[in-house]
């Protein structure tokens, strides 16, 4: 069992940027693929981004703006968005190694 404890979320202006951070409990594999996914009420969860040994892949309202990393040093998988819309707001969440972080909140407005 893994728990994945995410941070980071907040409220933020037009523009701004956030850095969301998901750590892991233990060590996991540096081959697992890390993939953050985010939600709106009533809607199902979309990709945002994924990031594996070889390759990062965005979803197109990504492309540009947020930035996948990690530090498998750590067990922690970050999440840096730039130029926030209004649109961006959601909870997002972590997916790692078949278990889910809790959600943080993304509130963009002015």
């Known amino acids: 069992q893994v728990q994945l404890v995410e941070s980071g979320g907040g409220r933020v202006q037009p523009g701004g940027s956030l850095r969301l951070s998901c750590t892991a409990s233990r060590s996991i594999s540096d081959h697992a693929a890390v993939m953050w996914y985010r939600q709106t009420p009533g809607n199902q969860r979309d990709l945002v981004a994924l990031i594996t040994t070889t390759a990062t892949n965005y979803a197109n309202f990504a492309k540009g703006r947020f930035t996948i990393s990690r530090d498998n040093t750590k067990s922690t998988y970050y999440l840096q968005m730039n130029d926030l819309k209004p649109e961006d707001t959601a909870v997002y969440y972590c997916?790692?190694?078949?278990?889910w972080g809790q959600g943080t909140q993304v509130i963009v407005s002015s």
């Open positions: 997916f790692v190694a078949g278990f």
